[in-house]
Protein backbone atom coordinates (compact mmCIF):
# COMPACT_ATOMS: atom_id res chain seq x y z
CA UNK A 1 0.00 0.00 0.00
CA UNK A 2 1.36 3.36 -1.10
CA UNK A 3 1.44 6.03 1.94
CA UNK A 4 0.07 9.74 0.73
CA UNK A 5 3.31 11.00 0.58
CA UNK A 6 4.22 8.15 -1.88
CA UNK A 7 1.35 8.93 -4.02
CA UNK A 8 2.01 12.81 -4.20
CA UNK A 9 5.24 12.15 -5.25
CA UNK A 10 4.04 9.21 -7.91
CA UNK A 11 1.47 12.05 -9.10
CA UNK A 12 4.61 14.74 -9.67
CA UNK A 13 6.94 12.28 -11.10
CA UNK A 14 4.36 11.53 -13.61
CA UNK A 15 3.44 15.43 -14.08
CA UNK A 16 7.05 16.11 -14.97
CA UNK A 17 7.38 13.25 -17.46
CA UNK A 18 4.37 14.02 -19.21
CA UNK A 19 3.97 17.83 -19.09
CA UNK A 20 1.47 20.26 -17.29
CA UNK A 21 -0.96 22.75 -19.37
CA UNK A 22 0.59 26.45 -19.76
CA UNK A 23 -1.42 28.89 -21.15
CA UNK A 24 -0.18 32.92 -21.82
CA UNK A 25 -3.11 35.02 -22.77
CA UNK A 26 -2.52 38.25 -25.30
CA UNK A 27 0.18 40.64 -23.99
CA UNK A 28 1.49 38.22 -21.08
CA UNK A 29 4.80 38.04 -23.86
CA UNK A 30 6.35 41.46 -24.90
CA UNK A 31 5.69 41.58 -29.16
CA UNK A 32 7.87 41.44 -31.66
CA UNK A 33 8.71 44.50 -32.69
CA UNK A 34 10.21 45.50 -36.06
CA UNK A 35 9.88 48.70 -38.29
CA UNK A 36 8.72 49.46 -41.61
CA UNK A 37 8.29 52.59 -43.60
CA UNK A 38 5.17 54.49 -42.95
CA UNK A 39 4.60 54.80 -47.06
CA UNK A 40 4.39 50.58 -46.99
CA UNK A 41 2.57 49.94 -43.91
CA UNK A 42 -0.45 49.21 -45.95
CA UNK A 43 1.25 47.13 -47.92
CA UNK A 44 2.70 44.95 -45.16
CA UNK A 45 0.14 44.75 -44.14
CA UNK A 46 -1.98 43.10 -46.94
CA UNK A 47 1.06 40.88 -46.75
CA UNK A 48 0.46 39.85 -43.22
CA UNK A 49 -2.77 38.40 -43.92
CA UNK A 50 -1.21 35.91 -46.73
CA UNK A 51 1.49 35.37 -44.37
CA UNK A 52 -1.18 34.19 -41.01
CA UNK A 53 -2.77 32.33 -43.38
CA UNK A 54 -0.51 30.36 -45.04
CA UNK A 55 1.09 29.78 -41.73
CA UNK A 56 -2.60 28.09 -40.58
CA UNK A 57 -4.12 31.29 -38.56
CA UNK A 58 -7.51 32.37 -39.98
CA UNK A 59 -8.28 36.36 -39.54
CA UNK A 60 -11.23 37.11 -37.25
CA UNK A 61 -10.92 40.87 -37.40
CA UNK A 62 -9.25 42.83 -40.33
CA UNK A 63 -9.36 46.56 -39.91
CA UNK A 64 -7.53 48.14 -42.95
CA UNK A 65 -7.89 51.44 -41.62
CA UNK A 66 -5.90 50.42 -38.49
CA UNK A 67 -3.95 47.88 -39.77
CA UNK A 68 -4.57 45.17 -37.70
CA UNK A 69 -5.25 42.08 -37.34
CA UNK A 70 -6.45 39.52 -35.18
CA UNK A 71 -6.14 35.79 -36.17
CA UNK A 72 -6.95 32.39 -34.66
CA UNK A 73 -4.63 28.85 -35.79
CA UNK A 74 -7.05 27.00 -37.35
CA UNK A 75 -8.67 23.48 -35.36
CA UNK A 76 -7.19 20.90 -37.63
CA UNK A 77 -4.24 22.32 -38.20
CA UNK A 78 -1.01 20.85 -35.44
CA UNK A 79 2.00 22.94 -35.18
CA UNK A 80 4.22 22.00 -32.74
CA UNK A 81 2.68 21.48 -29.40
CA UNK A 82 0.99 25.45 -29.24
CA UNK A 83 -2.58 24.76 -29.06
CA UNK A 84 -5.30 27.83 -29.21
CA UNK A 85 -2.87 30.25 -30.13
CA UNK A 86 -3.64 33.58 -31.25
CA UNK A 87 -1.79 35.87 -33.56
CA UNK A 88 -2.57 39.92 -33.01
CA UNK A 89 -0.70 42.42 -35.85
CA UNK A 90 -0.72 45.81 -35.58
CA UNK A 91 1.17 48.48 -37.97
CA UNK A 92 0.94 52.29 -36.05
CA UNK A 93 0.81 54.68 -38.37
CA UNK A 94 4.75 55.85 -37.83
CA UNK A 95 5.20 51.98 -39.25
CA UNK A 96 5.96 50.29 -35.89
CA UNK A 97 4.89 46.29 -36.55
CA UNK A 98 4.22 44.91 -33.92
CA UNK A 99 3.37 40.84 -33.60
CA UNK A 100 1.96 39.10 -30.52
CA UNK A 101 0.85 35.49 -30.30
CA UNK A 102 -0.52 33.82 -27.38
CA UNK A 103 -1.72 30.43 -26.55
CA UNK A 104 -1.65 27.19 -24.19
CA UNK A 105 0.53 24.02 -24.54
CA UNK A 106 1.69 21.09 -23.18
CA UNK A 107 5.05 21.20 -21.85
CA UNK A 108 7.64 20.34 -18.48
CA UNK A 109 7.95 23.74 -17.87
CA UNK A 110 6.46 27.30 -18.73
CA UNK A 111 9.71 28.26 -20.37
CA UNK A 112 9.30 25.69 -22.93
CA UNK A 113 5.92 27.62 -23.80
CA UNK A 114 7.81 30.88 -23.80
CA UNK A 115 10.37 29.74 -26.47
CA UNK A 116 8.18 28.42 -28.65
CA UNK A 117 5.64 31.64 -28.62
CA UNK A 118 8.71 33.62 -28.86
CA UNK A 119 10.14 31.69 -31.75
CA UNK A 120 6.39 31.92 -33.93
CA UNK A 121 6.53 35.36 -33.07
CA UNK A 122 10.03 36.00 -34.25
CA UNK A 123 9.22 33.47 -37.66
CA UNK A 124 5.96 35.44 -38.30
CA UNK A 125 7.19 38.55 -38.37
CA UNK A 126 10.79 37.48 -40.46
CA UNK A 127 7.75 36.43 -42.93
CA UNK A 128 5.73 39.56 -43.24
CA UNK A 129 9.11 41.92 -43.07
CA UNK A 130 10.17 43.50 -46.49
CA UNK A 131 11.78 43.75 -49.37
CA UNK A 132 8.82 42.36 -51.45
CA UNK A 133 7.33 43.95 -54.68
CA UNK A 134 3.75 45.42 -54.51
CA UNK A 135 1.68 42.74 -55.66
CA UNK A 136 3.98 39.80 -54.94
CA UNK A 137 2.84 36.23 -53.08
CA UNK A 138 4.11 36.57 -49.26
CA UNK A 139 7.40 35.03 -49.13
CA UNK A 140 6.54 31.23 -47.50
CA UNK A 141 8.15 31.36 -44.09
CA UNK A 142 10.31 28.44 -42.85
Not at 113 to 139: C, H, M, S, W, Y
Request: proline letters at 8%; glycine letters at 8%; aromatic letters at 6%.
Amino acid sequence: MISVFGMRTLILCFALLTGCNYYLRPNQLPPAVNQVSPEQRLATWNRAIGVLLDEGYVPTTLDANACFISAHMRDDVEVGKLQGTLALVTIDPDGKLRVAVSGHGTYTSADGLVNDLTAEQDRITKAILPPFEPGAPPAPAS
